[in-house]
């Protein structure tokens, strides 16, 4: 279960930092990923950390204003959104699964980006 938190409205330009609160599977042993959905789009993959936190990857599209983060002892995964663009807006979620097929997802959190 997954459950994401932190969304909101926000001028473009703000900040923002997500939540993911995950249960019902050994948290430390997964890597874990935040993607986002827009509208009539894919769900698209833009954040990955491993299993400790040393490493991570980003999409091209937020790399260098987004940074994902992890907390074991919480079972919680963190994704800090800087810089934030209209682009931005979209429904985000977290999963301990590389695929966007993956059959388990929380109800997300809803980022909107304007002015």
Do not use: H
Not at 19 to 38: K, P
Not at 53 to 79: E, Q
């Amino acid at each position: 279960q997954y459950v994401e938190s932190g969304g909101g409205l926000v001028q473009p330009g703000g900040s923002l930092r997500l939540s993911c609160a995950a249960s019902g599977f050994t948290f430390s042993e997964y890597a874990m990923y935040w993607y986002r959905q827009t509208p009539g789009k894919e769900r698209e993959l833009i954040a990955s950390i491993s299993v400790r936190g040393a490493r991570t990857t980003y999409a091209d599209a937020v790399k260098g204003r987004f940074i994902i983060s992890r907390d074991n002892a919480k079972n919680t995964v963190y994704l800090e959104m800087s810089s934030l663009k209209s682009d931005d807006t979209a429904v985000y979620y977290c999963n301990a699964s590389p695929s966007r097929l993956a059959p388990n997802w929380g109800q997300g959190t809803v980022v909107t980006v304007s002015a």
